[in-house]
């Protein structure tokens, strides 16, 4: 789906607002640490950036970031409005890409992506019902960001205690252990590889 600037406009929106809904407030569920400690700062140093993803055939746009990553911003979010319909197709290519980086298919193995389906169910953890979106449009959305920096701040995360009920309570376990081991794999987990070997 083709987005006109309006239509871009509300979905930033929309994401900006549920960010400091949903994510940027202590939450009881994480130990009373924000569902996502770093987002807020992340926002007010102007380190997020928009993209957008509107061919359902094509993952061009997320290689571009992949292969030319640009360290002034901590955050890519890559609104996809040419999602694949079934949620586990849409997290299989997630995993088929960052198995890929992990591989140096994109001569930067310190990358990550995330992402989230929007047939999902609601993550009750984050999600707790009150929040009001401003757009129709449906998206799926996949994060781009910097595997070191993700990977060191969760090691901090989980030292207070912010997985304690999240492992628990959500299958997360599997990814966030991949994702150790990929990190791992950067000059043995120092964080200390050349990001363009």
């Not at 929106?13 to 400091?20: A, D, G, L, N, V």
């Not at 990358?111 to 999600?127: Q, S, T």
Request: aromatic share 14%; proline share 2%; net charge negative.
């Amino acid at each position: 789906m083709i987005l006109s600037d309006s239509q871009k406009e509300e979905v930033k929106t929309e994401i900006r607002s549920w960010s400091k809904h949903q994510l940027e407030s202590p939450n009881a569920d994480f130990n009373n640490i924000p569902a996502c400690p770093y987002a807020k700062k992340a926002w007010d140093d102007d380190k997020v950036k928009f993209a957008f993803k509107t061919d359902f055939y094509s993952n061009d746009i997320i290689y571009d970031y992949l292969k030319d990553w640009d360290d002034a911003v901590d955050l890519v979010i890559l609104i996809d409005t040419a999602f694949l319909e079934e949620a586990q197709d849409f997290y299989d290519n997630v995993d088929f890409i960052n198995e890929n980086i992990s591989k140096n298919a994109f001569k930067d193995k310190d990358l990550w992506i995330m992402g989230f389906h929007p047939y999902d169910d609601a993550n009750e953890l984050i999600d707790d019902g009150t929040f009001e979106g401003v757009t129709d449009i449906e998206y799926a959305i996949i994060f781009v960001q910097r595997l070191s920096k993700l990977q060191e701040a969760s090691n901090k995360l989980v030292d207070k205690g912010y997985y304690d009920h999240y492992f628990k309570t959500n299958d997360v376990s599997k990814m966030y252990e991949i994702r150790k081991e990929y990190y791992r794999r950067l000059d043995h987990g120092n964080g200390k590889e050349s990001r363009a070997s």
